[in-house]
């Protein structure tokens, strides 16, 4: 099969006006548009090319996803770099998190015996605690907002398909981020939870 329609555009021979104008082109593209496995058709481009101009080379004939590709890897890796540090910046602020909510448990461990001493349900105090957990999440988010809306600008050259205002992608963000600090603040709520309330009394 050749393909339908192709055309060769030549550079000019020497500029207009020398020292203003630019000089001929280094090199130059054909594009083919065809249906099919493009690589049959590289020898009849080669054939139809050599037929117009013996002197031209036709070099580096690759498909169109692959240039696309191609042009597109360091946009990847930039975004693959980003993605690794969003990853572990995520990770510090879950342990960060978790951290300061033991903590705080550690800190108030008679107060929660006592809670559950009169009568308080355990689900009620770790429910508080991650309660307390979602309340720092949710300063950090109010926080982090107008540092985003200041960055949005460069974001949106790095972003490829999403706007950086797109509220579906800023809606999953916050729900992530959310879900994470829920996740942080499991383990010392069932802490609290299961405080005995004899020993936290006794205990100075």
Not at 97 to 108: D, E, N, P, S, T
Not at 137 to 160: E, I, N, Q, S, Y
Request: net charge positive; no cysteine.
């Amino acid at each position: 099969a050749t393909p339908a329609r192709a055309a060769v555009y030549r550079p000019q021979v020497a500029a207009a006006r020398p020292g203003v104008d630019p000089g001929p082109l280094p090199g130059m593209v054909l594009a083919v548009r065809a249906s099919g496995d493009a690589e049959p058709l590289v020898a009849a481009v080669r054939a139809i090319v050599r037929g117009l101009d013996p002197g031209v080379p036709v070099f580096e004939a690759r498909a169109m996803g692959e240039v696309v590709q191609q042009s597109l890897a360091r946009l990847h890796l930039m975004l693959g770099v980003v993605g690794a540090a969003a990853a572990v910046s995520l990770l510090m602020g879950m342990l960060g998190l978790y951290g300061v909510m033991a903590y705080l448990v550690a800190l108030r461990t008679r107060e929660f015996g006592l809670r559950i001493a009169v009568g308080a349900m355990p689900a009620r105090v770790a429910r508080s605690v991650v309660q307390r957990g979602l309340a720092l999440a949710l300063v950090g988010v109010v926080v982090g907002l107008p540092v985003f809306a200041l960055a949005a600008t460069t974001l949106r050259a790095a972003v490829v398909g999403v706007q950086p205002w797109d509220p579906l992608a800023l809606a999953l963000a916050i729900a992530l981020l959310l879900g994470i600090a829920a996740l942080a603040t499991w383990l010392p709520a069932r802490r609290a939870a299961a405080i005995d309330p004899a020993r936290a009394l006794r205990a100075e």
